[in-house]
T-cell receptor, first 112, second 112 residues
Framework: EDQVTQSPEALRLQEGESSSLNCSYT??????LFWYRQDPGKGPEFLFT???AGEEKEKERLKATLTKKESFLHITAPKPEDSATYLC?????????????FGRGTSLIVHP | NAGVTQTPKFQVLKTGQSMTLQCAQD?????MSWYRQDPGMGLRLIHY???????DQGEVPNGYNVSRSTTEDFPLRLLSAAPSQTSVYFC???????????FGPGTRLTVL
């Protein structure tokens, strides 16, 4: 069974204060690890897919990295508009694993 | 492209009433899924489909039915609503080869 644990549950930062969110996972074989952003009252919005250890992807102030056991979402010099809940999901390669398993998310608040 | 659409946006039911939450996508995606999101619980998979005519249960299927007669539509039926089904429901779709999911805007359901 695929499992995903995200930490911390909540994170408060000052504008410009860089930090990282963690996603630890266990899968029988990794088909993909996904990061999403969710704003209050809206559906999750896709950010990145990572497929293999060592892979990195960037988008504006966000950078996602992947090892064999965890992924980090690095936020560099965050702005208040980066405030959201960030969700991590993994999809394994075991039979019948068609839909990713989600973690509970990290709620990020960036103060001006 | 409208992406993934869900109706209604809000719904209030009385215990024992039935209703159908509608979900449609115009991206020709083969995979579709229904989640419920509750505070502190993250996204929990209710049912999913890997193609027209094929559905399967997720983590929390009790009290819900689905069908997939077309590629585009994936309705979720509550047969006899219970207060425990008060939640926000999200529909999502993804392609067979690239598994990042596209989410609808959600339906906020309250069962009294």
């Amino acid at each position: 069974e695929d499992q995903v644990t995200q930490s911390p549950e909540a994170l408060r930062l000052q504008e410009g204060e860089s930090s990282s969110l963690n996603c630890s996972y266990t899968v029988s074989g990794l088909r993909g690890l996904f990061w999403y952003r969710q704003d209050p009252g809206k559906g999750p919005e896709f950010l990145f897919t990572l497929y293999s250890a060592g892979e990195e992807k960037e988008k504006e102030r966000l950078k996602a990295t992947l090892t064999k056991k965890e992924s980090f979402l690095h936020i560099t010099a965050p702005k208040p508009e980066d405030s959201a809940t960030y969700l991590c999901a993994v999809q394994g390669t075991s039979g019948g694993s068609y839909i990713p398993t989600f973690g509970r998310g990290t709620s990020l608040i960036v103060h001006p | 492209n409208a992406g993934v659409t869900q109706t209604p946006k809000f719904q209030v039911l009385k215990t024992g009433q039935s209703m159908t939450l509608q979900c449609a996508q115009d991206m020709n995606h083969e995979y579709m899924s229904w989640y419920r999101q509750d505070p502190g619980m993250g996204l929990r998979l209710i049912h999913y489909s890997v193609g027209a005519g094929i559905t399967d249960q997720g983590e929390v299927p009790n009290g819900y039915n689905v069908s997939r007669s077309t590629t585009e539509d994936f309705p979720l039926r509550l047969l006899s609503a219970a207060p425990s089904q008060t939640s926000v429901y999200f529909c999502a779709s993804s392609g067979r080869e690239e598994h990042e999911q596209f989410f609808g805007p959600g339906t906020r359901l309250t069962v009294l």
